[in-house]
């Protein structure tokens, strides 16, 4: 019963991001359509439409396997180290600077979140 639970929760995941990238195609807009299903869903979590713990158990199975995910893309940046030669140190830099982001981005996300959610209870 719980392999059925966490296979419909990753559909629900699919099906954000099938809609965002067929949003995406069809009004011909730049931003990338898995952007777009993700602020689908986090529209869908602050109206309350979808709660986060429908999600829970498939987003976690994913989170959990992220790491293996990577592992493609590293290989084919130590396959192709020649195309980036010469360009190394601002990869490095966008790099470091695109990580903060993310991280200071998800993290203040993660506590305006709980703060609402600590109010709703």
């Known amino acids: 019963m719980q392999t059925i639970r966490i296979v419909f929760h990753i559909?629900?995941?699919?099906?954000?991001?099938?809609?965002?990238?067929?949003?995406?195609?069809?009004l011909q807009l730049m931003i990338p359509g898995s952007i777009i299903g993700m602020l689908l869903l986090l529209a869908c979590f602050s109206l309350n439409i979808v709660k986060p713990a429908w999600l829970e158990q498939g987003t976690s199975l994913l989170l959990s396997h992220m790491p293996l995910l990577f592992l493609p893309v590293t290989a084919g940046v130590i396959a192709h180290t020649s195309l980036f030669a010469g360009e190394g140190l601002w990869l490095v830099v966008i790099a470091y600077v695109s990580t903060l982001l993310v991280l200071v981005t998800s993290g203040w996300t993660v506590q305006l979140l709980l703060k609402r959610g600590s109010h709703d209870e």
């Not at 559909?11 to 069809?26: D, H, N, R, S």
């Open 11 to 26: 559909a629900i995941l699919f099906v954000f991001y099938y809609t965002g990238v067929w949003i995406q195609e069809a």
